[in-house]
């Protein structure tokens, strides 16, 4: 079991599927691990390029992109714990409804600060696996309320708490009256509701207070060398696509895990149906890092500029900035809960992980080799 997924093999579903995929990422896997060995041996980027003010890229992300970010975070959080206090004191639709609203807001913030979730400050209070840790053990879930005994923040506790937990409570009953119910009959599914509301405002505020101590000296590091603040943030962004868009908003549900067996199951928010919007907030996160605060003259997108990156010779941070809006269009265009999608439209489900998985190329090989930049996570599922 990892923090962010339980995988569990389940017999194939489609042997064509799987072993077209299974081609493909072999070969993809292939490409990268060989482009990612040159760049691990040429020369470092930045010394060709000494002139460019990346402090000025820094301070453009921590200033005005990944400070505000966290403060939104925090501030929904608040607001969703407040609604679900309001809820508890007053058991009705409208307080469920204003809850359920809550909890996608502070979900939508989170998906903006999830590219700079892997270094200090989010990495030290364990953000992503703290609120966003799924698919839920809801058999823990329906555990720890029966016992009324849990720790949370503990890493046996992890599938069962943060923002899919809350959904799980709010909505995974056959109607509200169910959900009211089942609140009105168990002072302790009560007390475990406001318990994880709690836990992820106090996570939330917790890393929005210390970005603004840390801040200071992220704008300071201002190499391009693994502990380099660019180097971290680029680590950080391609892991977030690679790890928890690509596969685990889509890949794993889609079946990519488990040889063309698709898990549906395994969306981001299966109850609420807000996969779709969670998916299209995580792509937006994205593109906002790479592209830079409104107005700005100094982002990542103009570093790749200045030192004349291209992709089949077209500028590089086109085709990036390009690709993530055919990837937002196409999530738009789904019609339909994600997790029906991707059973039900098979084929588009197909282009679109094959889509995501060419943005690793841009991401992961072009752009960081462009920068003098070296991957240093390990991607263990394989590409």
Same mark, same amino acid.
């Given at each position: $079991?990892? %923090? ?8 194939? +579903?489609?042997? !064509?599927?799987?072993?077209?995929? =299974?081609? &493909? ?6 490409? /990268? *691990? ?47 714990? #407040?609604?679900?206090? &309001? *809820?508890? =004191? ?38 992503? @696996? ?16 029966? !016992? ?23 909505? !995974?009953? #056959? ?5 009211? @119910? ?55 962004? @391609? ?23 698709? +898990?549906?199951?395994?969306?981001? =928010? ?15 996160? +994205? ?8 107005? !700005? ?6 570093? $790749?500029? %200045?030192?004349?990156?291209? %992709?089949?010779? &077209? ?16 999530? @738009? ?18 282009? /679109? ?13 072009? $752009? ?5 930049? /070296? ?9």
């Amino acid at each position: $079991m990892t %923090h962010q997924h339980r995988f569990w093999g389940i017999g194939i +579903l489609s042997l !064509s599927r799987s072993m077209r995929r =299974a081609r &493909t990422n072999t070969l993809t896997s292939i490409v /990268l *691990l060989l482009l990612l060995a040159i760049i691990g041996c040429s020369t470092d980027g930045a010394n060709k390029h000494p002139d460019y003010d990346r402090s000025s890229v820094l301070a453009d992300q921590a200033n005005n992109i990944i400070g505000p970010n966290f403060t939104v975070l925090a501030t929904s959080c608040e607001s969703l714990d #407040n609604s679900i206090n &309001t *809820l508890i =004191a007053d058991l009705s639709l409208p307080h469920l409804e204003d809850a359920r609203n809550a909890l996608l807001n502070a979900r939508t913030a989170f998906q903006k600060c999830t590219p700079y979730s892997s270094f200090e400050p989010s990495n030290s209070y364990a953000l992503r @696996n703290e609120l966003n840790t799924f698919p839920s053990d809801t058999a823990l879930i329906e555990q720890n309320i029966a !016992s009324g005994e849990y720790a949370l923040g503990r890493v046996s506790t992890l599938d069962a708490q943060g923002f899919p937990a809350i959904e799980y409570l709010l909505w !995974s009953a #056959n109607s509200d009256d169910d959900i009211l @119910n089942a609140l009105t009959n168990d002072s302790n599914r009560r007390d475990y509701l406001t318990a994880l509301s709690a836990r992820c405002q106090e996570i939330a505020s917790a890393v929005s207070n210390e970005w603004i101590a840390y801040s200071t000296m992220y704008v300071q590091q201002d190499g391009t060398d693994v502990g380099s603040s660019l180097g971290m943030v680029v680590n950080s962004l @391609n892991l977030d696509f690679e790890k928890f868009i690509r596969d685990g908003k889509v890949g794993i549900p889609l079946g990519i895990r488990s040889l063309g067996n698709p +898990l549906p199951g395994h969306v981001e =928010a299966p109850y609420s149906g807000n996969s779709k919007a969670l998916l299209m907030a995580s792509l937006e996160g +994205l593109l906002q890092l790479i592209e830079g605060s409104e107005g !700005s003259s100094y982002s990542l997108r103009t570093y $790749m500029n %200045h030192v004349g990156a291209q %992709h089949s010779g &077209t500028e590089l941070s086109g085709v990036i900035r390009n690709h993530i809006n055919d990837l937002i269009n196409q999530v @738009n265009a789904i019609d339909r809960p994600l997790e029906a999608w991707l059973v039900e439209e098979a084929g588009a489900a197909d282009q /679109l992980y094959t889509d995501l998985q060419q943005l690793v190329v841009y991401l992961k090989v072009d $752009m960081t080799s462009s920068l003098g930049i /070296l991957i240093s996570y390990q991607d263990t599922d394989g590409d």
